[in-house]
């Protein structure tokens, strides 16, 4: 069966401390993984793919099919950051697939 | 550039009423298009998606159903909400092989 698990609903850490959010998957296929942010009263936004290799504000996140993992990690933590974050795997076709989300809280 | 419009922002209705929650694509022609529920501590929940006009694909039966009437509209319904229905409805649309561009939402509470 296809699924996202996030272990953790809430992370707190400190300003300028790394951070890491953890995401498992389950899918027998080739998987396109993605990352989502949604900040106080905005959208919920696309963060990062997993095919485009890149980093956004700081953060990214490494495929490992061996450990069928993609965490989302970021060397030093900035207030900003705070926000909830949700894994998502494209599982084939049209569906796309989301974690339960980790709230991210960045204290000063 | 694409831009994805979702309304009423907040509804209040009571139970056995109807719903129609409005989502439309600008910018773009033959989107995918794609609706989830927000539960807290759950994530989002696929409820509908569709590939093209009158393509309509439901992944959780429910009190629920979804049209898309025009290519870049795509609406929720319920000819009778029940209270389990209250959640917060996201709209979004993807252009294929990309990720998602979501609305702003829509905060559903039946009473």
């Known amino acids: 069966a296809q699924r996202v698990t996030q272990p953790e609903k809430l992370l707190s850490v400190f300003k300028g401390a790394p951070v890491e959010l953890k995401c498992n998957y389950s899918y027998s296929g080739s998987p396109e993984l993605f990352w989502y942010v949604q900040y106080s009263r905005q959208r919920l936004q696309l963060l990062l793919r997993?095919?485009s290799r890149e980093s956004i504000k700081g953060f990214t996140a490494d495929l490992n099919k061996g450990e069928t993992s993609f965490h989302l990690k970021k060397p030093f933590a900035q207030e900003e950051d705070s926000a909830m974050y949700y894994c998502?795997?494209?599982?084939?076709?049209?569906?796309?697939?989301f974690g339960a989300g980790t709230r991210l809280f960045v204290k000063a | 550039s694409q831009t994805i419009h979702q309304w009423p922002a907040t509804l209040v209705q009571p139970v056995g009423s109807p719903l129609s929650l409005e989502c439309t694509v600008e910018?773009?022609?033959?989107?995918?298009l794609y609706w989830y529920r927000q539960a807290a501590g759950r994530g989002l929940q696929l409820l509908f998606y569709?590939?093209?006009?009158?393509?309509i694909s439901s992944e959780v039966p429910q009190n629920l159903s979804a049209s898309r009437p025009q290519d870049r509209q795509f609406i929720l319904s319920s000819k009778k909400l029940l209270l389990s229905d209250s959640g917060f409805y996201l709209c979004a649309w993807s252009p294929g092989t990309e990720g998602y561009t979501f609305g702003s939402g829509t905060r559903l509470t039946v009473v």
């Open positions: 998502a795997l494209k599982a084939g076709g049209f569906k796309t697939i």
């Open positions: 569709s590939v093209g006009i009158g393509q």
């Open positions: 997993h095919i």
């Open positions: 910018g773009t022609s033959n989107p995918n």
